[in-house]
């Protein structure tokens, strides 16, 4: 008697691996499902040793599906089979009398329809990954939880906002806001599966009927219930008519596994991994320059570079301290910078908000009154600004004097640095803004609109499906000796991309240098459509957390051809900026005083403002100032302010502290001023 064979299905998909393997009888001794993170040689090899020690004799018929598996199999010269076909041979044989199949895949969505004696009716999604398990990955890790975790919030949620589902970068703004809203993370949670249910049936469906018997495959619905519920809702179908089979998670693998009986050879599992190994890899033809020769070269560069450094004062026990207050109220961080009379900076906060700006940033400013509290000091705030994202919210949380368009902080922040700066890029975590100076005063501001592939999000998106920290992605890619062209793509074909990059043989370092330059590629290319980097101008400083990597600055500088200045704390900039914004303002409102030194022997100053946590209370209203009918989240502080979240314009709701009237129409005014 032979040695026993197996029936084998491996599904290697974008984000997972799936393994399944049969018994004579069909039935299933060995199944598994685990994240690769891009490293699916390894993953791949340790499921063959796994299924080597549970079957040491056996032999095996093998098929391989899923949108990775294709280098795989031909790699290793094992048949392969699409994916959907897959699929559609486990719902012909185990489930005849199913109507529809929706399968939810890592970037994929597929959506089959049965008909009697007809060939099924297969669609799928083509230029966009909004309705998959990729799209929750990262709105999951927007709300700082894990997908699971995202799923259980959702089931406990009250009310469903709207959320762009079409894209991942709509769909991050639209999050962001309702975390700036204070709205509930269960909330926020199922609004999230609401859009992907609906971006799969709008994208997919198009008109036609879902018809029971439904069956619900792919890791999304078959371990999130409260997405399953929503595809229920928006298709209004009965409990009992949408199904979640057994193995549904596995349905491509089990497929691979059904068809592999018409196999006539089998394979040696051991053989296959020996074959792994010898398998010589063909160099791509289309890499980019390294970024650095050798080390030796990194640690010159890293010597000569244009970084002005920030100058950090001291605090002294029982000393009286006149400072200046900068907050940065970004988009996924929050930056605090505190400035004393000689624009030393005493204090310097930097962290991620984590769905909650107004507990950041009173986290942050509490960690400064510790300090001012241990050492006695007399604390005179004489002036405070905020810019960013939150501008309004944290200015009427915590009192602050100004505040100030980004942009214009920007700006400040880099006249500090360079003087006759021409050009300032600013790369954050899902914006980037740029600004074009002549003769010391902003001629063009350009910023991103539909694409945050060119922003930090993207580089730290990848650094974790890679299984790297921000500072190993940037080691990896300066020493790089072959980056991949990934070209100027969204972040969903960059994902296909990259996964064709390490099929031809491409490093971990090779994808990250390509990356490196593709942020780079992105911003100036893509987003700010610049066909003359001329218009650039001698100096460029650069701003934002994202030029921390030693890598994006490098690529910068070698893209554009020009000299690159910035400081040692890119990511301050902002506050920076807003701090010095509020010197110079305290300067102007002082007019008997000539320069803010002469603070020391002036009058005291107006109290501190409160720096401690805020009190609020929050109430929803409906706008009816136009066909959007926003909804409105207004905020009444303790400290008499009130700031609106949610409204798209300020024609009815607007900020108490920054406004005196409701908001104008430029565009009348700009006719005005041109026509009459």
């Not at 009992?240 to 599992?269: K, M, W, Y």
């Not at 994202?389 to 902080?409: H, K, P, Q, W």
């Not at 803004?433 to 580089?459: D, P, T, Y």
């Not at 072959?482 to 491409?506: I, Y």
Request: neutral net charge; proline residues 4%; contains cysteine.
């Amino acid at each position: 008697m032979g040695n026993p064979i197996y029936k084998t299905g491996i599904d290697i998909g974008s984000t997972t691996l799936k393994i399944i393997v049969l018994g004579q009888d069909n039935s299933v001794v060995y199944r598994n499902y685990v994240r690769h993170k891009a490293g699916i040689g390894a993953v791949f090899l340790s499921e063959i040793d796994a299924a080597v020690s549970l079957f040491p004799d056996a032999e095996f018929r093998i098929n391989i599906t899923g949108s990775a598996g294709m280098g795989v199999a031909e790699r290793m010269q094992i048949p392969f089979v699409q994916e959907v076909i897959a699929a559609i041979e486990v719902t012909r044989r185990l489930y005849p009398d199913t109507r529809t199949l929706m399968d939810l895949g890592g970037e994929d969505a597929k959506i089959v329809f049965f008909g009697n004696g007809k060939q099924p009716d297969i669609r799928m999604n083509g230029s966009c990954a909004g309705g998959t398990g990729a799209f929750i990955d990262q709105m999951a890790d927007l709300l700082n939880i894990t997908p699971d975790e995202l799923g259980k919030r959702a089931e406990d949620f009250n009310q469903i906002y709207p959320v762009a589902s079409r894209c991942g970068v709509f769909a991050k703004t639209d999050v962001q806001n309702l975390i700036a809203r204070n709205v509930s993370v269960p909330d926020i949670a199922m609004s999230i599966l609401q859009s992907v249910a609906i971006q799969a049936v709008t994208t997919l469906i198009r008109g036609s009927k879902v018809n029971p018997k439904a069956l619900c495959t792919g890791g999304p619905l078959t371990f999130v219930p409260a997405l399953r519920k929503a595809f229920k809702d928006i298709l209004e179908l009965n409990e009992n008519d949408l199904i979640l089979p057994e193995n549904s998670e596995f349905f491509p693998a089990l497929g691979c596994a059904l068809l592999s009986e018409n196999q006539e050879n089998t394979f040696d599992l051991k053989l296959i991994k020996d074959k792994f190994y010898r398998h010589k890899i063909v160099l791509r033809p289309d890499f980019l320059p390294p970024l650095f020769k050798d080390e030796k070269e990194y640690e010159i560069w890293k010597q000569n570079r244009k970084i002005k450094r920030l100058t950090n004062g001291t605090l002294q026990p029982n000393q009286t301290l006149k400072c200046f207050l900068g907050i940065d109220s970004g988009s996924t961080t929050t930056k605090i910078l505190i400035l004393d009379e000689n624009e030393n900076i005493v204090f310097k906060f930097y962290s991620s908000n984590n769905g909650n700006p107004l507990k950041t940033t009173a986290d942050g400013l509490q960690v400064f009154l510790d300090e001012i509290t241990a050492q006695n000091i007399d604390l005179q705030i004489v002036s405070s600004c905020a810019t960013g994202y939150g501008e309004d919210l944290i200015r009427s949380a915590f009192n602050l004097d100004s505040g100030i368009v980004e942009t214009m902080a920007h700006l400040q922040g880099a006249q500090w640095v360079e003087n006759d700066v021409s050009f300032v890029l600013d790369i954050g975590g899902q914006d980037m803004k740029s600004i074009f100076i002549h003769n010391g005063l902003i001629s063009n501001v350009e910023l991103n609109e539909a694409c945050s592939s060119g922003c930090g999000s993207f580089l730290q998106t990848f650094a974790g499906t890679m299984q790297l920290t921000l500072p190993e992605f940037t080691a990896a890619a300066c020493f790089a000796g072959h980056p991949a062209d990934l070209g100027t793509r969204c972040t969903v074909f960059m994902n296909s991309k990259v996964k064709q990059s390490l099929r031809e043989g491409a490093t971990i370092g090779d994808i990250a240098a390509g990356l490196a330059y593709s942020v780079v590629k992105n911003c100036l290319f893509k987003a700010l459509k610049i066909s003359n980097l001329n218009i650039l101008g001698p100096n460029i400083v650069v701003q934002g957390g994202t030029f921390k990597n030693d890598a994006v600055y490098r690529a910068l500088e070698l893209l554009s051809g020009k000299s690159v200045s910035s400081t040692d704390h890119p990511e301050l900039m902002g506050a920076l900026g807003a701090a010095l914004y509020a010197k110079g303002k305290a300067q102007m409102q002082l007019t008997q005083l000539d320069t803010v030194n002469n603070l020391k022997s002036s009058e005291p100053l107006p109290a501190t403002q409160s720096l401690h946590s805020p009190q609020f209370v929050t109430r929803q209203l409906q706008c009816k100032g136009c066909t959007n009918q926003c909804t409105v989240i207004r905020f009444d502080f303790e400290n008499g302010n009130r700031s609106y979240a949610g409204n798209k314009c300020e024609k009815v709701f607007f900020n108490r502290i920054t406004a005196n009237k409701k908001g104008y129409n430029a565009f009348e005014m700009k006719n005005e001023v041109i026509f009459e």
